[in-house]
């Protein structure tokens, strides 16, 4: 009796392994099946992927970006520094908040990047934005101080380095949406943003913004 029911049990055991060993085998053959697909596919992958990147560019209702004609290799932000008011920060990368209004950076000592937008140094209007501080100060305190003709460097993961200059100052309502801060299709532009002002109690911040608008030095 025990004999027979430890030959059941061997014989479940190999039932159980051989279908262990087909569904390995299974596996093995839909992988060779899918790698060979993705071989003999691999020029119509790479002959469509910049008209793909343009279509998801436009589905934010941005203009599709183009590389400027400097050809730079464009990559992801990494860090920021504008020497005449001592500002060296990282930079994040920001989206939208639920009200449609750009994402802060949650340090006050942190840059964003609206990742929705453009690669500074390329064509377009990049945006980094940062805060002012009120009890502390903000990595861009001291933004209202820039000049026309400052320089700006920005770097990117890879280290390479692009220098824009001050073009000019503007500041702005909180409730403006103005369209060359974001959407300037028309040469190669970062635009820096700050709180501008003094607190509101009512408002739970302050009122306005101040836009640096500058461009790349080709």
Same mark, same amino acid.
């Given at each position: 009796?025990?004999?027979r +029911?430890?030959?059941k049990?061997?014989?479940?055991l190999?039932?159980?392994?051989?279908?262990?060993?087909?569904?390995i085998? @299974?596996?093995?053959?839909?992988?060779?099946? *899918?790698?060979?697909?993705?071989?003999s596919?691999?020029s119509y992958?790479?002959?469509?992927?910049? &008209?793909i990147?343009n279509?998801?560019a436009t589905?934010?209702?941005f203009s599709v970006?183009?590389? #400027?004609k400097?050809? @730079?290799?464009y990559?992801?932000p990494?860090? @920021?520094?504008?020497p005449t008011?001592n500002v060296?920060?990282?930079?994040k990368?920001?989206?939208l908040t639920k009200? =449609?209004?750009? *994402?802060?950076p949650?340090?006050? $000592?942190? +840059? %964003?990047?609206?990742s929705? =937008?453009?690669?500074? %140094?390329?064509e377009?209007?990049a945006?980094i934005? %940062?805060?002012?501080g009120?009890e502390?100060?903000?990595?861009?305190?001291?933004?209202?101080?820039?000049?026309?003709?400052?320089e700006i460097?920005y770097?990117?993961?890879? =280290?390479?380095?692009?220098?824009?200059v001050?073009?000019? @100052?503007?500041? $702005?309502?909180r *409730?403006?949406?103005?369209? &060359?801060?974001? #959407?300037?299709?028309?040469?190669?532009h970062?635009?820096?943003?700050?709180?501008?002002? &003094?607190?509101?109690?009512?408002?739970?911040?302050i009122?306005?913004? +101040?836009?640096v608008?500058?461009?790349?030095? &080709?």
């Open positions: 009796m025990s004999f +029911l430890a030959h049990e061997f014989l479940g190999v039932i159980q392994v051989k279908g262990i060993l087909l569904a085998l @299974l596996v093995l053959i839909l992988i060779l099946l *899918e790698f060979n697909l993705i071989k596919n691999v992958v790479l002959k469509f992927t910049n &008209e990147t279509k998801i589905i934010r209702n970006i183009q590389p #400027s400097s050809h @730079l290799d990559r992801l990494a860090r @920021l520094k504008i008011i060296d920060a990282p930079i990368h920001m989206g009200a =449609g209004n750009m *994402e802060a949650k340090s006050i $000592y942190d +840059l %964003g990047w609206y929705y =937008g453009p690669f500074p %140094g390329m377009g209007s945006v934005a %940062g805060h002012l009120v502390t100060r903000g990595v861009f305190a001291d933004l209202k101080m820039l000049k026309i003709g400052d460097f770097t990117d993961i890879s =280290g390479q380095v692009i220098t824009f001050v073009r000019g @100052l503007q500041e $702005y309502s *409730e403006d949406r103005p369209p &060359e801060v974001f #959407s300037s299709s028309k040469g190669v970062l635009n820096l943003i700050t709180c501008i002002g &003094e607190w509101d109690n009512s408002l739970g911040g009122a306005n913004r +101040l836009v608008f500058t461009d790349m030095v &080709e």
